[in-house]
């Protein structure tokens, strides 16, 4: 993609991810109209950007990707010429209670979009792009070695990664049948500063702060590939731009925490952050019963971004875990904002 006058949609640009990938696009470039669709969920929040909300080339729409009508007037009266689609339901706990939303958020909504953008793209689809945002779940579970690749089947366990799976093959049918110009990138775990504590490094974080217990889901031995969330955004940047069309590319951190391992040192930082005694956070760790359809490990091969595009992570985890630590400790206003009303139901039916 060339960089000159764009107008760009991203969705779900008020949530975790999104929000630095918003922050990155309007700092950079200002050539670029910037439009934010969001439905502010319970995941959404305009704090998130709120350093950027009264920059030139930002515009924030308040909308939902499950209104197909809606979304067709958005493509025609803004005319966006790319679209880098974020907007989802993501978190697996809660997809397992509640499958339906996954399937109408992230699949008939990623379908909604495609038809929207089709609509006023068909006549001229050069210099077009939709690019999905996906994950590494779709690929389901690793034994103790290997690795995933671009190739590997989809085996996706959760109705989460099912539902990401399903947008993903929806995407490239899109491109095979309707010619719509698309990129997908599948990555791994992020992690950093305004992730939602529902997922285990903010909720965890946030738990040692509150003196609460630690949930750790069957014998925490589940190996995940954690990823600073602005090497993810900056991935982006790069495949949005000089991404081959009609490919994926994989991205992740190679960088393989087991959870108890990951946990006991997050407590360990935190313990001198808040100057606890040594060994203090880590009495809090309780096994719980696991997660259903738990996989037991993730790991990317990101060898094909690298190579092609160059992109490696440039945050160790080390650096990444002080700078999302240091985040949350000092933004305690943001958590307490999130963490009331519909949180305190979710986390009593999730966790008692
Ligand atoms: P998030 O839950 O923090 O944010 C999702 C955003 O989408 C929120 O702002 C929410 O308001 C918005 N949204 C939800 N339903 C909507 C709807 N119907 N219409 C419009 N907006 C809606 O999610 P995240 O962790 O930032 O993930 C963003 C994307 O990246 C998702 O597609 C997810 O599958 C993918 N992903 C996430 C990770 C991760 O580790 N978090 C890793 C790989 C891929
Ligand atoms: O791999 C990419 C995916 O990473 C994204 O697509 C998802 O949107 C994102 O939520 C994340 O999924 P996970 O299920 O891996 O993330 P989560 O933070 O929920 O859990 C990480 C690991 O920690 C997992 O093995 C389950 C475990 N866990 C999680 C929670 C919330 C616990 O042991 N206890 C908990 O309370």
Same mark, same amino acid.
């Given at each position: 993609?060339?960089?000159?006058?764009?107008?760009i949609?991203?969705?779900?640009?008020?949530?975790?991810?999104?929000?630095? !990938?918003?922050r990155?696009?309007?700092?950079?470039?200002?050539?670029?109209?910037?439009?934010?669709?969001?439905?502010?969920?319970?995941?959404?929040?305009?704090? &998130?950007?709120?350093?950027?909300?009264?920059?030139?080339?930002?515009?924030?729409?308040?909308?939902?990707?499950?209104?197909?009508?809606?979304?067709?007037?958005?493509?025609?009266?803004?005319? #966006?010429?790319?679209?880098?689609?974020?907007?989802?339901?993501?978190?697996?706990?809660?997809?397992?209670?509640?499958?339906k939303?996954? !399937?109408?958020?992230?699949?008939?909504?990623?379908?909604?979009?495609?038809?929207?953008?089709?609509?006023?793209?068909?006549?001229?689809?050069?210099?077009?792009?939709?690019?999905?945002i996906s994950?590494?779940? !779709?690929?389901?579970?690793?034994?103790?070695?290997?690795? #995933?690749?671009?190739?590997?089947?989809?085996?996706?366990?959760?109705?989460?990664?099912?539902?990401?799976?399903?947008?993903?093959?929806?995407?490239?049918?899109?491109?095979?049948t309707?010619?719509?110009?698309?990129?997908?990138?599948?990555?791994?775990?992020?992690?950093?500063?305004?992730?939602?504590?529902?997922?285990?490094?903010?909720?965890?974080?946030?738990?040692?702060?509150?003196?609460?217990?630690?949930?750790?889901?069957?014998?925490g031995?589940?190996?995940?590939?954690?990823?600073?969330?602005?090497?993810?955004a900056?991935?982006?940047?790069?495949?949005?731009?000089?991404?081959?069309k009609?490919?994926?590319?994989?991205?992740?951190?190679?960088?393989?925490w087991? &959870?108890?391992d990951?946990?006991?040192?997050?407590?360990?930082?935190?313990?001198?952050?808040?100057?606890k005694?040594?060994?203090?956070?880590?009495?809090?760790?309780?096994?719980?019963?696991d997660?259903?359809?738990?996989?037991?490990?993730?790991?990317?091969?990101?060898?094909?971004?690298?190579?092609?595009?160059?992109?490696?992570?440039?945050?160790?985890?080390?650096?990444?875990?002080?700078?999302?630590?240091?985040?949350?400790?000092e933004?305690?206003?943001?958590?307490?904002?999130?963490v009331?009303?519909?949180?305190?139901?979710y986390?009593?039916?999730?966790?008692?």
């Open positions: 993609m060339k960089s000159s006058k764009r107008n949609l991203i969705t779900g640009g008020a949530g975790f991810i999104g929000s630095h !990938v918003v990155l696009f309007v700092n950079k470039y200002p050539d670029y109209q910037i439009f934010n669709l969001d439905a502010l969920t319970y995941a959404g929040n305009l704090e &998130n950007i709120k350093d950027i909300e009264n920059a030139a080339n930002y515009h924030f729409l308040k909308a939902d990707i499950t209104d197909a009508d809606q979304m067709k007037a958005l493509f025609r009266k803004y005319k #966006f010429d790319s679209v880098i689609h974020l907007a989802a339901e993501s978190h697996v706990d809660r997809s397992i209670s509640n499958p939303i996954f !399937v109408e958020t992230n699949v008939t909504g990623t379908l909604n979009l495609m038809e929207a953008a089709l609509g006023i793209w068909k006549e001229d689809l050069q210099h077009k792009l939709f690019y999905h994950t590494d779940e !779709v690929y389901g579970t690793l034994g103790e070695t290997g690795f #995933f690749t671009e190739t590997t089947s989809y085996a996706p366990n959760s109705p989460y990664s099912a539902s990401k799976a399903a947008s993903d093959h929806f995407v490239r049918a899109y491109g095979e309707y010619n719509l110009p698309y990129v997908i990138s599948n990555c791994s775990n992020n992690y950093g500063p305004n992730q939602f504590p529902e997922k285990l490094i903010p909720l965890f974080i946030n738990n040692i702060i509150e003196n609460k217990a630690l949930p750790v889901y069957g014998d031995k589940y190996t995940r590939d954690w990823l600073y969330v602005l090497d993810h900056k991935a982006i940047d790069l495949i949005f731009h000089k991404g081959n009609k490919s994926t590319y994989n991205v992740g951190g190679f960088n393989e087991q &959870n108890i990951l946990i006991k040192l997050l407590c360990e930082i935190m313990d001198k952050k808040l100057d005694n040594e060994g203090e956070s880590e009495t809090l760790i309780t096994f719980i019963k997660r259903p359809g738990h996989d037991k490990r993730y790991a990317i091969d990101a060898g094909k971004i690298n190579k092609e595009l160059g992109w490696e992570p440039s945050v160790t985890f080390e650096e990444g875990l002080a700078k999302t630590i240091d985040w949350y400790l933004n305690s206003e943001w958590i307490k904002a999130v009331s009303g519909s949180y305190q139901e986390y009593k039916k999730q966790y008692t």
